[in-house]
Every structure is written in C-alpha cells, then in structure tokens.
C-alpha cells in the first residue's frame, strides 16, 4: 500500500493525577490512509478522543511519533505548527461548546481565514457564502449568533470553520452523537459529500457502531487506552476476532425485529486506567482470559489488514483463522 | 383501504374503562393535550393523542427533540412544571382511574408506588448529599416496610452489581460518578420500587453500548418476573425493536403513527416514519446513502397548520397544509395520520424497484 | 446540499437572520430595554446621579448653612424633610450628599474591581505555582472578616475621602479575583477554547478574544451590585465616625447624626435612610437585568 497520510507508532499519551499516571492513549499504532475514513470506537474513558486531540497537537504527545505524509510531526516548533494547523482539522462533538458565544456565524468562519493571512480583505466576503454554500448553510444566517441556530446546523458551522482552509485531515470527534437521527443523518451525507469532493481523509471517533460502519473504510476498536482490533469496516462486523468486539458488536440494538441477536454478557468493571498492570486490560471481563493474557500483548496482522491484539485469537476462532 | 377515525377504536374500550381489574386496559391515554405558555407563548406540546397499553406490555414512543414526547411521560406522572404547564383536556385511564383527575394526595401515593420514571437526566434525580447505597436502600425498604436495613442493602447492592456497579463504589457520593455510572443508578433506583408501570424517558441515552445492553435486559427481566408494563420513550429504533410490542411515532405532538412493531418496522408507512428510517444507518447493507427527512423540527410554539409534518414532507400535497388530516386504518392495529399513503407507498416500491 | 431551502415554519420569523450584525453591546442593550425592572433601576440610579451634579440648582438651601432658629423642625413646605439640629436643610444636605456617597460608592467599586480583574486574571492566566501563592494569599485575607478589616485599614489610615475609597476597595479585591480567576478557569479548559487553539489563535489572541469575553461576565455585574454594597458600606464607615467626616453631608454621615434624635425627631433618620435604600435596590434591579442581558444565551 501506500503511504499513509497520518501514520502513529507506539504514540503514548499519559496524565499526571494524584493517584499517578493516567494510561489515556498507550502505545496506539494506526494508519490514516488519504481519501478514506479510519473509525474510532469504544466506550467512554478508553481514550479515543485523547487520541484525536493528540493527532491534532491539542495534547503534546508523551511518547511515540506522528507522522504527516512520512514526516515526523510529533514535536513541531511554532511555524510547523502553524501550518500543521491549515493541514489538520477538528470537528467536536457538541458545536455549542465549541463555538465562541459572541461570534456569529461570519466571525467563525472568518477567524481561520484571516489567522492564515493567505486570503485578501476584498475576497473574505465571497469565500465565507461559498464556504457556507458547502456546508449546506444558507446565507441569511451570515450574522446569527450560535444560540439563534438548532443543534444541526450549529455543527454545519462547525464543520465549516474545519474544512475553511482546504485542510488534508480531520479528526471527527463525535459530531453527530448530541443530534436527532435524521439531522444525524443529513451531517453524515454533508461529511461523506465533503470527503468525495475534496479528497478528505477523516478520523472518526464515535461510539455509535452502526455510524462508524457506515461511514468508515476501516475501524479500530480501542479498550482503556489500547487498541484491541483494526479491520476493514465490513469484516469487522462479519468476522470479530477480539472477544471485546464481539461483545461490542452483539449489543448493538438491532432494528432488525426477525433475527434477533445473541447477546454477549460482560462480567465486571473496568479497570482503572490510572497505573494500569502490564498485558491485556480487557482480561479482567473477559471470559477466555488466561494467565497468558496478563503478559503485554501484541498487535498481529491475523488476516490482510486485519489486526488483533490477543493472545488467544487463533485458537478462540478455529472456524475462521 | 378502510378509513376509520380514531374515535372508532376507543369506542369499544369504552365500557373497560371504570373497570380497574380487567387485564385488557392497563394505561389508556385518550385525547390528552398539554400546553406549555411562556411569556405570550403557548407551545403546544401535545396535541389531542391517544393510545393504550396492556398489562405486561410495552409501548415504545418514538420521534426527535421537541416532538413532545417526554411531554406524555410527565403528564402522566402529574409531574409537568408548575408554572406554565397544563393537561388542557383529555384523559389518563390507570387502572380504572382517571389521573388527571385525581387528587394530589393520591397521585403522591401513586408516584412513590405504582408508576416510576427514569429520567434522561440523572444529576436531577438523585440526591447529592447521600450515599448511593443509602438512596437505593431507602427506597427499596419504602417499598418493602417490613425489610431491615441490612437486607434492603444487601438488595440495593445486588441492583447496583446488575447494572455493572461493583460493591467498592456503593458508598460514594452521586458527584463521584461519572454520567454514565449516575444513570444506572437511577435506573437501578426505578427498577428497584417493582413499578407495575415503567416510564422509561431516554433510560441509556447517556450509556456506552455494552452498558446499554446490561440495562436493557434489567428492564425485560423486570418485566418478565413481575409484569411490569413499561413506556420507553426513545429516538433508537434498535431500542425500540428489542424492548416494544407496539410502537407510537410521534411528530409535532401528535402521533403520526402507530402500530404494532411488525406493522411499523415492516410496513412503515407515514413519511415521516419512512424518513426516521432512512436515517439510520444499517447493520449489514452495503453503506447505502442515507436518506433522512431532510430540513429541521418546526418550533413547537410556531407549529404549521394542517398536517404538522408537510413543512419537510416529500409527498405533501395542497390538501395537507391545511384542515384535519384522517387518520387511517391500514389493517389490524395500525394507524396512519396522512392524506396520500397510497401515493407515498407508490413512490417507496418505485424506488425500490430501482 | 441538502439544507440550503427556508425551513418554512407557521409564520414566524426565523431566528438569526437579519442583514447586517448585530453588535454585542446593542444586542445587551435591547434585551436591557426590554426588562422594565432593570430599566426603572437604571433610570432611578441615574435620576440619583444628575440630582447630586446639579445639586447647586435643585438643593433649595446651602447645605452648610446653620440656622440655629430652625433647627430640629419636622417636614414641611420649607424644609420638605425638616432640618437637623443645627437647623440645616435636611433635603438639601441629601441631595449634595449624593456628590459624596455616590463618588465613593461607584469609585471604590471600580477601583477593586479593576485591581481585582488584574490579580484574578494573573492567578487565572499563569495557574501553577502563581495561581497557589496568590489563592493562599487571598483565603488569608479573606479570614478577616471584612467590615473588621475595613475598619481596621480607616483607623490606620485616618479618615477622609481617599482614605475611606481605599479602606473599602481593599476588601472587594479579593472576591473579584478569586471569581474571576474562577470563571477564566473554566473557560480556558472550554471547548471553545481547544477549538481556538485548533484553528491558529495565538494564545494572547484567545484570551482577548475567548476567555475575557466570556468570562468578565460575572465580573461587571458583580461590579454593578457592589457599588450598592460600597455605598451601605461607606455609610456604615461614616456610621461609625470613621469615613467622612461632618460636617460633610454623606448619607451614612447624616444617618449617625440622625441616631441621637430618633425618638423625637425620626425624619433625621429616615430621610437618609429612604435614599441609601433608593440607591442600593436600584443598582440591584439593574445588575440582575444586566446578568440575564449579557449572557449570550438568552433568547431575546
């Protein structure tokens, strides 16, 4: 394959907080491959937004490397920074939060353009209605303030201060998890129209599985700061290797009302992620855990593409590997 | 096609209704309005719907933000907020009971006993200044006078567990939770009182998946052991489809359409619905483009005449901006409020013959 | 793309268009106008203010002028609130007052808010190590209660009127600061304060642009209703024989006077009295009705 256009070894982000260090992101290796959508998903505190927010420099890495079209980026100096900034983008989960509350729509979209010096005055004006046109929002509501705006068309303004400097990556952190299904919906089509029309690579980080399928190429599945599985999109759903996915995956509610699905109970708690002990962090709820399993583990490629972080796996899927 | 009205079918549950013992009516909502005024505002929540459930069975209400559908849960409980909001007509059959009508001193008894709701919020619903394990306790020992503290802890301990809370976590104080772990507490809380009804607004809306699940089958565990009849209101029609036998589609504060679950997942037949369905996304297609209603939920203040939902409608004709839209039998227990389902139906076997 | 089309709703206008912007300040402004009780607050407040600068033309009397034949006289047609025991013009000594509670009121207030905004935005700003050493500094001072501690900086300092402004603004430093220190840590670990950062805004750029905004809210109102408290406060000061001196006529000053005459001659004291009141609810009734305007939030 070719190259990626972000790729992540052994990147590591940690905490410091009274009880010790927090294990939010350990030892991550992923591809963003240019043009396609790498999904996220886990549940809350297994560290995908940390991961997002550690791609695009929001947290400073703690350790491992980042790489931008095959250049280490994991420590840029101001200026890199700069520019890495134009190159890759964020979309947040609730566009409320994150819009400033005394901008309006203009001020926001602006903002980027002007920091970039790249545009003059005179044609600021023109290239905000068609930055607004793009994102399906009308120009009526060039003045509007945040609070005048319903939820979906707030996150179309924030989807629209991310792709306002043509940027090559965006990380998607959630952003359609805090809105209705059928908004939810028009967002999606926006971001995979935007994606066939400029090319974009998306990360996206969501905990919604019957999103992240649709909009993804490839999914990882991430456990308390680890990567547990990397697989194409479908294959994931069709074959599930690691014992965590398959749990995942059985408690989607299925509108499905013919085939009902066998559900996989987990048994316990999470562990904390604060000083975590070595090997896999799943072991705990997982019903094939061995002492095998509480030695650090490895990500294997099992199939093409597909990758899986346990130790038992070819034993525990005999029918497919 | 054979039109009916509404009215017809609750004509012949008319004579159940003084009649708290009969297992066929359990809860019968009928006709019930709810306005909310702010200011010179009167938002019009909830516009005239009905429906009824059994005994052991659930009713999912369906439909986005706004819709008023956690209205209908409130109503019911009497608990809408003082200033401002007011049932302005119909009626709420409980067992043989009418609760609008009912005094507060009843309704008290009622709330504490026979109905619980599990809010969508959880900070609001549970007391900061106590201990977890003592809020459950004490609230299972109200509903069992003659259990001593010990036991009912011991009960609140196993709630907590079933809802993936360990026993080291019981002593803390609701702040030291995180979102996710508040809601199944308060899940915990409303399952452990044994309500013979469940209102259920949003219960794992805030909730990872897996956890979701564990809730899920708490609730249908409770409902198989003790009968409890339960009203999920939900926008997850995955939810929906595992917990309902029937289903209610709500828009603008009116139900558009209802059924029971095959009718309704297998033959949806009001734009809307069809719409509520073309937004999610499946499990097993090939990643299909999404086909959602498009536009946004008008303001529940500022509501447009005639069918509620022609604003966004792709098939609305003249007819449906204006006067009373028929509400239409299409077989069985399902219920249609459109003008054009036989040309909305066209239009769907034309597409998908494509 | 798809959402392009009006959302067509009954008729009512669709929130947020309009043809040009629609500034902040007039945006507050408007929502002010609206809120009848903030806008008969502001209006009394400043009714207060133009009688005590044109004091010369409305104060029938010269406030210092004794007049020993009428002294201790009840309200009537001449002397609307009597006169006090050197015969002087009650109405007129209140209304010049005015010149001298109000100043130090609204003075003392602007001068810890602003000293309060410097310390609170520092200890917000830099956090660590400064933000530690100026919080524990403050929760020391803050353990002195803090008419004890007014009161203990007029004695040392003597009264007078800059005296009296120093004394009573050293108090409301601290508040200010730690609300503001407060309020900017929260808005710092925003949302949209990560999404500043994201899109290229220099830190120096974010805080003028994004904290400050958005966290001086708090700030300006609580300025707003401290100068009720400045002006109770001086008047407690001058209550106790400390801020202003007589025979200057500061309403607190005159309320002390009234004290020894209660019995007999209770205009003396409620005259005074009526106007603090006046001033204090007013800037109240205000300070609310900015709270609910300058926040962004608020429907209109």
Redesign the interface.
């Known amino acids: 394959m070719s190259t990626p256009l972000v790729e992540l070894k052994g990147l590591k982000k940690y905490f410091d907080t009274h009880k010790g260090k927090l294990h939010a992101v350990d030892d991550i290796n992923m591809s963003f491959y240019e043009g396609k959508t790498m999904g996220v998903v886990g549940e809350s505190g297994c560290g995908k937004s940390t991961l997002a927010r550690t791609i695009i420099h929001l947290h400073e890495p703690t350790d491992g490397q980042i790489l931008f079209e095959g250049k280490d980026i994991t420590y840029p100096n101001r200026r890199e920074l700069h520019d890495l900034r134009e190159q890759m983008q964020i979309i947040f989960q609730d566009p409320y939060m994150t819009l400033n509350p005394r901008y309006t729509i203009e001020d926001t979209l602006k903002e980027p353009l002007i920091l970039s010096g790249k545009y003059e005055k005179a044609s600021l004006d023109k290239q905000i209605i068609k930055l607004m046109d793009m994102v399906g929002l009308s120009g009526r509501l060039r003045m509007a303030y945040p609070h005048e705006l319903s939820g979906g068309r707030r996150q179309r303004v924030g989807i629209g201060r991310a792709i306002a400097m043509n940027p090559k990556f965006i990380a998607c952190d959630e952003p359609v998890a805090s809105l209705d299904v059928s908004i939810q919906a028009q967002i999606i089509n926006l971001l995979q129209d935007l994606q066939k029309d400029f090319g974009l690579t998306y990360m996206f980080v969501t905990h919604d599985l019957s999103v992240v399928r649709h909009i993804s190429h490839d999914i990882s599945v991430m456990y308390l700061g680890q990567l547990v599985e990397t697989s194409p999109s479908k294959e994931l759903f069709l074959k599930p290797l690691h014992p965590y996915t398959k749990a995942l995956i059985s408690a989607i509610p299925s509108t499905d009302i013919d085939h009902p699905k066998e559900r996989i109970q987990l048994k316990g708690e999470l562990m904390s992620p604060i000083e975590p002990k070595p090997g896999c962090r799943f072991a705990p709820r997982c019903v094939y855990a061995t002492e095998a399993c509480h030695m650090p583990q490895k990500l294997e490629e099992v199939l093409p593409g597909h990758f899986v972080s346990c130790c038992r796996v070819r034993e525990l899927n005999t029918d497919i590997l | 096609m054979k039109e009916k009205e509404f009215e017809k079918k609750h004509d012949h549950r008319e004579h159940h209704h003084h009649d708290g013992h009969r297992d066929g009516e359990f809860l019968s909502v009928k006709d019930l309005t709810v306005e909310y005024t702010s200011g010179k505002q009167v938002v019009h929540a909830v516009n005239g719907i009905s429906f009824d459930i059994k005994r052991g069975h659930s009713l999912g209400i369906v439909g986005e933000s706004g819709c008023g559908k956690s209205t209908v849960a409130k109503a019911i409980l009497r608990i809408l907020p003082d200033h401002g909001a007011r049932i302005a007509g119909g009626e709420i059959w409980y067992k043989g009971r009418d609760l609008v009508s009912e005094p507060e001193k009843r309704m008290e008894h009622i709330r504490g006993a026979e109905i619980s709701m599990i809010f969508q919020d959880p900070m609001t619903a549970l007391n900061p200044v106590k201990k977890i394990i003592d809020q459950i306790s004490s609230v299972i020992r109200l509903h069992n006078p003659g259990m001593t503290k010990k036991e009912a802890e011991e009960q609140g301990i196993k709630m907590l567990r079933r809802v993936g809370i360990g026993e080291d976590r019981v002593r803390d104080y609701p702040h030291q939770f995180s979102g996710g772990m508040q809601q199944r507490v308060e899940v915990a809380i409303g399952l452990s009182c044994n309500p013979d009804l469940l209102l259920a607004d949003e219960p794992t809306t805030a909730l990872d998946v897996t956890i979701q699940a564990q809730v899920l089958d708490l609730i249908r565990d409770l409902m198989r052991e003790k009968g409890t009849t339960l009203l999920l209101i939900t926008h997850n029609l995955g939810i929906v489809a595992e917990m309902c036998d029937d289903v209610a589609v709500f828009y603008g504060g009116e139900i558009v359409e209802y059924g029971s679950k095959r009718e309704i997942f297998k033959n949806p037949s009001h734009p809307y619905t069809i719409g509520l369905f073309g937004a999610v996304p499946s499990l097993t297609g090939e990643g299909e483009r999404l086909k959602p209603v498009e536009g946004i939920m008008p303001d529940p203040s500022d509501l447009p005449l005639g069918c509620k939902f022609h604003t966004r409608c792709p098939y609305a004709t003249e007819a449906c901006s204006e006067g009373e839209v028929p509400v239409v039998q299409l077989g069985g227990t399902h219920y249609c409020q459109c003008h054009n389902i036989e040309a909305v139906k066209a239009a769907q076997e034309k597409e998908a013959a494509k | 793309?798809?959402?392009?089309?009006?959302?067509?709703?009954?008729?009512?206008p669709?929130?947020?268009?309009?043809?040009?912007?629609?500034t902040?300040l007039s945006m507050i402004l408007h929502r002010l106008m609206k809120n009848k009780l903030a806008l008969t607050g502001g209006i009394i407040f400043l009714c207060l203010c133009l009688i005590s600068l044109f004091a010369p033309l409305i104060a029938p009397y010269d406030w210092s002028a004794v007049d020993p034949v009428h002294k201790l006289m009840h309200p009537s047609a001449q002397h609307i609130f009597g006169t006090d025991q050197f015969g002087r013009d009650i109405f007129s000594r209140i209304v010049y007052g005015g010149r001298y509670s109000l100043t130090l009121g609204v003075a003392s207030t602007l001068f810890s808010t602003l000293l309060g905004v410097v310390v609170g935005s520092i200890a917000g700003y830099f956090g660590g190590a400064v933000d530690r050493l100026i919080m524990r500094f403050i929760d020391m001072i803050q353990c002195v209660p803090g008419m004890l501690l007014t009161i203990c900086i007029s004695v040392a300092l003597g009264s007078g009127i800059v005296n009296t402004v120093i004394a009573m603004s050293f108090g409301g430093i601290w508040g200010t600061a730690r609300m503001l220190r407060g309020q900017i840590l929260t808005v710092r670990t925003?949302?949209?304060v990560?999404?500043?950062?994201?899109?290229?805004?220099s830190s120096f750029r974010t805080i003028v642009?994004?904290v400050l905004?958005?966290s001086i809210q708090q700030t300006v109102i609580s300025a707003c209703m401290g100068i009720g408290g400045a002006i109770s406060g001086i008047s407690g000061l001058s209550f106790l024989g400390l801020g202003v001196q007589p025979p200057l006529p500061e309403w607190g000053a005159m309320l002390s006077d009234g004290r020894n005459y209660l019995r007999y001659y209770p205009n003396m004291l409620w005259a005074p009295c009526i106007v603090i009141a006046l001033t204090i609810l007013s800037i109240s009734f205000f300070g609310d009705g900015l709270r609910d305007a300058m926040d962004?939030?608020?429907?209109d």
């Open positions: 793309m798809t959402e392009l089309k009006k959302v067509p709703t009954g008729g009512k669709e929130a947020g268009v309009r043809e040009k912007k629609e902040q925003s949302e949209y990560e999404a500043a950062k994201a899109t290229n805004n642009k994004y905004p958005n962004p939030r608020m429907k």
